[in-house]
Nanobody, 116 residues
Framework: QVHLVESGGGLVQPGGSLRLSCAAP?????????MHWYRQTPGNPRLLIAA???????IYADSVKGRFTISRDNAKKTVYLQMNSLKPGDTAVYYC?????????WGQGTQVTVSA
């Protein structure tokens, strides 16, 4: 079983920024996987907010477009989510996932709270 490890969450004021990281194990063939960021609030389904393919192509949910940026560093086997202009509505647990063919792996999640 592959475990992805998210970090970088925390408490931030509205308008602030955070950068989330999601690291894969050293033996993981990271470069072929599409990497995703999801978020989830209590009682709601997990929602895809950003994705980056193995070719570097990116997609974003409308709710974060223009504020969040996904990137990947294949040498470090890490995907990032730069979050700017944060709003209280961005408060959620953020999860990363790695997907390739019929394989998908998840991290444990990291809490992001946007509050004054």
């Amino acid at each position: 079983q592959v475990h992805l490890v998210e970090s970088g969450g925390g408490l931030v004021q509205p308008g602030g920024s955070l950068r989330l990281s999601c690291a894969a194990p050293s033996e993981f063939f990271f470069a072929v996987y599409a990497m995703h960021w999801y978020r989830q609030t209590p009682g709601n389904p997990r929602l895809l907010i950003a994705a980056i393919g193995s070719d570097g192509e990116k997609i974003y949910a409308d709710s974060v477009k223009g504020r969040f940026t996904i990137s990947r560093d294949n040498a470090k086997k890490t995907v990032y989510l730069q979050m700017n202009s944060l709003k209280p509505g961005d408060t959620a647990v953020y999860y990363c996932s790695a997907e390739w063919r019929n394989e998908e792996y998840w991290g444990q999640g990291t809490q992001v709270t946007v509050s004054a």
